[in-house]
């Protein structure tokens, strides 16, 4: 015989048990939630380390790109043709300097997205891992750390602009690059010259350590332009900004933001404009676009758009920077563009 007869309901223990788990789940909540915060908090990524690390990447990258051009081992290949049918040359310079800055970057930082021109994982033997180091030029600057998620972060890596010129021994037109997006917004840039040794770097609400020239003519223009992916700019430009209108064509998109800009190293066109009318990658642009925003200038598409630099590479709306200058009315001078014609 059953001690007491005691039955019990199966509704009942049902009711019970959800109870049970509802005390436990409000316990436990708060301190769940309270930890995986802590985690995240562990987890974020100081901007200024960041901009250190990309200066250093530039740098380690243009070695190999000053080493490979004065060995004469360029290794010439060919990456296939962009739409309009100019040849995409790869040297051994973009591959070299490409594994260098990559595994410098992806070492000191694993979990971020870094987007490469390039695509190589030979190991780099020997390199040494980054230092950590802020260097006094940077922390003179830039004051305070700024703290952003990692999944944040993109990271837009061109190891070497301007190879077509590269190929020419045309040196003053090759820059390597690295851009730090934060939510697809240019906030890190860095372009280096390996053949001057000189590193231009900025970051929004951070510093930089090159400045905007005096002044700029908006009235009329001068313009700078690619001067191997050109497409019909000549004709656009002059639509835009008449027929007498300075044109300069020259060589890579790092080199064209600086010549908007006051580099120390060596002189440049004084261009007061860039234009750029056919298909041109996130890596190519997105550096320049950072520097020029921090310093309060504008790079856009050709119809005023901002360039969201996560997800993918292209960015098929043209290009049109400025600064210190009224960048809408740029904008509202341009005639309109047919993006197949080009
Ligand atoms: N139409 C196009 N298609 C693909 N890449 C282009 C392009 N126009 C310019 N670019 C790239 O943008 C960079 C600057 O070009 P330009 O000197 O003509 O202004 C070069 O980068 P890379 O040298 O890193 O490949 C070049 O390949
Ligand atoms: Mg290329
Ligand atoms: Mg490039
Ligand atoms: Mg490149």
Redo the contacts with the bound molecule.
């Keep these: 015989m059953a001690p007491m007869g005691i039955r019990l309901s199966p509704l009942g223990v049902a009711v019970f048990c959800l109870l049970g788990v509802g005390i436990i789940y409000h316990l436990y909540s708060g301190v769940l939630s309270g930890r995986i915060a802590a985690f995240r908090q562990r987890e974020t990524v100081d901007l200024r380390e960041l901009l250190a690390l990309s200066v250093e990447a530039a740098v380690l990258g243009g070695r190999e790109v000053k080493r490979v051009r004065e060995d004469n081992a360029l290794e010439e290949k060919s990456k296939g043709e962009?739409?309009?049918g100019a040849k995409?040359k790869l040297t051994l310079g973009d591959l070299s300097s490409h594994r260098n800055m990559y595994q410098l970057i992806k070492t000191a930082f694993p979990s971020l997205q870094v987007n490469s021109?390039e695509h190589d994982n030979t190991r780099v033997e020997d390199l040494p891992a980054w230092d950590r180091r802020i260097p006094e030029e940077i922390a003179q600057v830039v004051g305070r750390s700024q703290e952003v998620l990692p999944e944040s972060i993109t990271v837009w890596i061109?190891p070497?602009?301007?190879?077509?010129e590269y190929t020419e021994n045309l040196r003053k037109y090759v820059t390597t690059m690295v851009c730090v997006a934060v939510n697809g917004a240019p906030v890190i840039g860095v372009i280096h010259k390996p053949f001057t040794g000189y590193t231009a770097w900025a970051m929004v609400d951070g510093g930089s350590n090159v400045k905007p020239r005096d002044s700029y003519n908006e009235k009329s223009p001068r313009v700078i332009v690619?001067?191997?992916?050109a497409g019909k700019v000549k004709g656009f430009v002059e639509a835009a900004f008449g027929n007498n209108t300075v044109i300069f064509p020259a060589?890579?998109?790092g080199y064209?933001v600086l010549a908007l800009l006051n580099p120390t190293d060596e002189k440049y066109e004084e261009a007061d404009v860039y234009l750029?009318i056919?298909?041109?990658?996130k890596w190519?642009i997105c550096a320049g676009n950072a520097i020029l925003r921090a310093l309060g200038g504008h790079m856009t598409t050709l119809k005023g758009e901002e360039i969201n630099y996560t997800g993918s590479e292209a960015n098929n709306g043209g290009l049109l920077a400025s600064i210190h200058m009224d960048h809408k009315a740029l904008v509202l001078r341009l005639p309109a563009r047919d993006a197949e014609k080009n």
Excluded: C, F, P, W
């Excluded at 070497?160 to 077509?164: F, I, K, M, R």
């Design positions: 962009t739409k309009e995409e021109e061109d070497l602009d301007a190879t077509q690619s001067r191997s992916h060589g890579g998109a064209k750029h056919t298909y041109v990658k190519d």
